[in-house]
């Protein structure tokens, strides 16, 4: 090629980068955006997605994050007090939400387009000038340590026990504690902390920026060249050490004032959305205990056929405030998962046959995999059902943005074309690679953790009681369940008022 053609090669690359050619498909933005425009929607969503989680609490300071994208969300600016904002928003019939897990924190709004730009001028406000009055700090670090103590130690249950699994798990990462931080961590920080960590995480170079709806030409063009007036900051993610593996069988007792037994088990995966293993393990998870379903194994054993509780599910991610949402929630993205159950609670007598339960059916299918009726009426399900994952417009961005979280395509599409090709055979093999339950953490809450610790070391059978008549297969299994070995190699025993404490 001559100088000529170079020349004029050079500037037709860079007519395209300014003026968002299909040539390079989308327009180019000074930040990372996601866009998913409808001109049916009446509604714009707006989800600013930083890579300010958890793991950047500085050692010592845990629930930082936290509490930085409360003071952006959930308090006053330079030019508006809390209270003063909250009037503004009031007649929009909108607010600004807040979002902080392990690895991101989301800072989101959704408006009616008629009152965009008012909407985004008081966003932009609380984004680029929050004020970090003291009075507004107090208020959102006494939240917080009431999500500790109130909402987790005192409140579920549930919730309580399936924070401490993942305590558990990830027990010396960055992971291991709650988003909300400790107790006395909470206590230590300061606006200053606050400050610095804005200034240090809230910036463009780990900023994703998506918008849905029915967003004005140019709008997106308009908020980009906004953000673009953060901080660089920088793209790289904070360094995470490889996931650890399992080993022995740690059993963390609770000791709660509460006459049931609420149980969660499991282990770090080496797999997350971007692996191709994932979807077979999703469709074997889903077979397994689908959330909030009643097709899966452990809820139609455990609940269907011996009437041990409420409710029995498994889980290959993290799932995201599981007690109040029936489907998957996207912007929670993380790099290391795990795999779980979560076995609502059960009558006190009944808990080591109910955990023994889990680990059974966990191991059945780690054993000997699915049938093919199985597998195709499970993988059938999983490709229509998914697709109700991203009904509303605002969840569909948000599956778009985890999907670059992850570098791979759009999760819900991904998920019909891995299936569709998918084999009986790829998803026995994933379960028998990744689903062994030798090895695993159990949390369970309890109102007499002695007790309990007593019968899970002697590791006696346990047989189960009926008061109605059972299957003759239910029985028969059963003599194999209560006597199944857990061998736990170590029960700890905690005070529930010590628990996020440190």
């Not at 966003?123 to 009431?146: C, G, T, V, W």
């Not at 610790?453 to 299957?471: E, F, H, R």
């Amino acid at each position: 090629m001559n100088d000529h053609r170079r020349l004029t090669a050079a500037f037709v690359l860079l007519a395209a980068l300014l003026a968002g050619s299909p040539l390079l498909g989308a327009p180019v933005h000074p930040v990372d955006v996601v866009e998913l425009h409808s001109d049916t929607s009446p509604l714009v969503s707006i989800r600013l997605q930083f890579n300010a989680g958890s793991i950047y609490d500085p050692p010592g300071k845990e629930g930082l994050a936290s509490l930085t994208g409360l003071m952006i969300a959930e308090a006053g600016t330079r030019k508006h007090s809390y209270s003063a904002l909250a009037e503004a928003f009031y007649p929009m019939a909108a607010s600004i939400g807040v979002n902080v897990d392990r690895e991101v924190a989301v800072i989101a709004g959704t408006i009616h387009r008629d009152q965009l730009d008012a909407y985004t001028g008081l966003f932009e406000e609380a984004l680029f000038q929050p004020a970090f009055a003291e009075s507004d700090f107090q208020r959102n670090k006494a939240l917080l340590l009431s999500i500790l103590t109130d909402t987790l130690r005192a409140g579920s249950d549930e919730l309580l026990g399936l924070e401490m699994l993942q305590d558990q798990i990830f027990a010396g990462t960055p992971y291991g504690h709650p988003a909300e931080g400790t107790v006395e961590s909470l206590q230590r920080l300061t606006v200053a902390d606050v400050k610095a960590f804005y200034q240090e995480h809230f910036t463009r170079g780990g900023l994703l920026v998506g918008v849905a709806g029915g967003y004005p030409k140019g709008y997106v063009e308009r908020l980009a060249n906004d953000l673009a007036a953060l901080p660089a900051g920088t793209q790289e993610r904070k360094a995470l050490p490889p996931v650890r593996q399992a080993a022995g069988r740690a059993i963390t007792l609770i000791e709660k004032q509460t006459s049931t037994v609420g149980i969660n088990l499991g282990f770090p995966l080496p797999v997350n959305r971007s692996d191709a293993d994932y979807f077979p393990l999703m469709v074997a998870n889903s077979y397994l205990g689908e959330h909030r379903s009643f097709y899966g194994r452990l809820m139609n054993q455990l609940r269907g056929a011996r009437g041990l509780n409420y409710g029995d599910y498994s889980y290959i991610e993290y799932w995201n405030n599981p007690p109040n949402t029936e489907q998957p929630t996207p912007n929670v993205p993380r790099r290391q998962q795990y795999f779980s159950v979560w076995i609502r609670p059960v009558a006190p007598a009944d808990a080591q046959f109910a955990l023994r339960d889990g680990l059974y059916e966990v191991r059945k299918l780690h054993d000997e995999g699915m049938s093919r009726q199985d597998f195709e009426a499970t993988r059938d399900l999983l490709i229509n059902y998914s697709k109700l994952w991203a009904g509303r417009l605002s969840d569909r961005l948000g599956f778009l943005m985890d999907s670059k979280f992850y570098g791979t395509p759009y999760y819900i599409d991904e998920i019909e074309a891995r299936l569709k090709t998918m084999t009986l055979e790829q998803v026995n093999a994933a379960a028998r690679k990744y689903l062994d339950p030798t090895n695993f953490d159990a949390v369970l809450v309890t109102g007499n953790a002695a007790q309990l610790k007593d019968v899970l070391q002697k590791d006696d059978p346990s047989p189960k009681k009926y008061t109605n008549p059972v299957a003759p297969a239910v029985l028969e299994a059963d003599k194999t369940i209560q006597a199944l070995k857990i061998q736990p190699t170590k029960i700890e025993v905690v005070p529930v008022d010590q628990v996020f404490q440190k």
